[in-house]
């Protein structure tokens, strides 16, 4: 029982480090061949967006707002790749085999 408290322990203090690299990690997304970029951590807050002048047409705003929506759901993908790369050794991290009876363990 004390080895399963330690495993606990160590994976909390692991999954604590992972989502504070996560707040700080930055990802990026575009669309547009680049012509629209957003910047959002891993987390999910958006940091920045960059437009290019070229998309910028008063006449064809919803060009403009489609393409932002594409950055944000790249950006937002990446973010998500970043989670899953850091967060997911810790899924099967804790050794549930310590003969306790538990299904599937």
Request: no cysteine; glycine share 12%; aromatic share 0%.
């Amino acid at each position: 029982m004390q080895q399963l408290m330690q495993q606990a322990q160590k994976m909390q203090e692991q999954l604590m480090s992972a989502q504070a690299e996560l707040a700080s990690a930055e990802v990026v997304g575009q669309a547009g061949n680049g012509l629209v970029h957003v910047r959002m951590t891993a987390a999910g807050e958006v940091q920045a967006v960059k437009i290019d002048p070229k998309v910028v047409d008063p006449d064809d705003v919803e060009t403009l707002q489609d393409l932002l929506v594409g950055a944000l759901h790249d950006a937002a993908r990446a973010a998500q790749e970043l989670q899953a790369q850091k967060m997911g050794p810790l899924a099967g991290g804790l050794d549930m085999s310590g003969g306790l009876g538990l299904p599937g363990a």
